[in-house]
């Protein structure tokens, strides 16, 4: 078997495990705003448990469709096949460790530290970029967070453990 090809499988595996650990998450989601109101006092309003239904139920189709396309993809043999190690691969895997320990720390320091640490995580090892970049994306990107679920969608996010 080319090396190329056993890439390609490598990477396979790698976004089926990916797939699979984002459709865990996203059911969590859902089970989670289902225990929540999803309309308010007047039908114009939603309640607290639409917008993170509406997200998990996109996000598991999202996963579920990645499943879809990694199991029904097959490896196409290269001509130019390598070494067979391949840095893309070691990327995606730094990547999904950091996914699980941002899942698994979350309760310990909170929704936004999670996230903090996994963009920054992110940004530096994996993306490679500056340290100035990866902590203004950082900042910038729980900020937002921040005021998009507890100040525009009065969803309170624990920012420190409960």
């Known amino acids: 078997m080319p ?9 396979r595996y790698v976004r089926l495990g990916f797939a699979f650990l984002l459709s865990c ?9 289902t225990s929540m109101p999803t309309s308010a006092a007047t039908p114009a309003d939603v309640g607290p448990g639409f917008m993170p239904l509406v997200l998990g139920l996109l996000l598991l189709g999202m996963a579920l469709a990645e ?12 001509a130019g096949a390598g ?4 840095p893309t691969n070691t ?16 309760y ?4 936004l530290a999670a996230v903090a640490a996994l963009v920054l995580w992110s940004m530096k090892v994996v993306e490679e970029r500056t340290w100035a970049r990866s902590l203004l994306v950082t900042a910038v990107l729980v900020t937002l967070l921040y005021l ?5 969608l009065n969803v309170r996010i624990p920012l420190l453990p409960s």
């Open 67 to 78: 499943i879809a396309l990694a199991l029904v993809r097959r490896p196409v043999a290269d």
């Open 108 to 111: 310990a320091i909170g929704v």
């Open 83 to 86: 070494d067979g190690s391949s």
């Open 91 to 106: 990327k995606q895997l730094l990547y999904l460790v950091a996914v699980v320990i941002s899942a698994v720390i979350t």
């Open 3 to 11: 090396a190329s090809t056993e890439v390609q499988r490598q990477h």
């Open 148 to 152: 998009l679920f507890d100040t525009l």
């Open 25 to 33: 998450w996203a059911v969590s989601v859902i089970v989670e705003a």
